[in-house]
Nanobody, 123 residues
Framework: QVQLVESGGGLVQAGGSLRLSCAAS????????TGWFRQAPGKEREFVAA????????HYGDSVKGRFTISRENAKNTVYLQMNSLKPEDTAVYYC????????????????WGQGTQVTVSS
């Protein structure tokens, strides 16, 4: 079993920055892909970013390219999402995800999901 715990959400003004963290436990993650999804009220879950624990390219959703950066710290089993130039439309619950077999393009069917952290961007 894999546990994912997000932190770092909050309220920020448009143009500001936040960094989300996802602490993973329960397995050896060297073969896992981890990432972030988000869901705004009344909308479907949207892919944000993904990264493999073992290295390789990062992937981003079109709406966040150039503004968000995903990274990981293997020694801490932690994945980060640095969010810059935030916009009101980035307001959503952000979920950390992990999967051992998933490959791009990244749909919403990941094995493990965190409980989510709220990000609110005011205009």
């Amino acid at each position: 079993q894999v546990q994912l715990v997000e932190s770092g959400g909050g309220l920020v003004q448009a143009g500001g920055s936040l960094r989300l963290s996802c602490a993973a436990s329960g397995r050896t993650f060297s073969s896992y892909v981890t990432g972030w999804f988000r869901q705004a009220p009344g909308k479907e879950r949207e892919f944000v970013a993904a990264i493999a624990w073992s290295g390789g390219p990062t992937h981003y959703g079109d709406s966040v390219k150039g503004r968000f950066t995903i990274s990981r710290e293997n020694a801490k089993n932690t994945v980060y999402l640095q969010m810059n130039s935030l916009k009101p439309e980035d307001t959503a619950v952000y979920y950390c995800v992990a999967d051992q077999k998933i490959r791009p393009p990244y749909g919403p069917h990941w094995d493990y999901w965190g409980q989510g952290t709220q990000v609110t961007v005011s205009s």
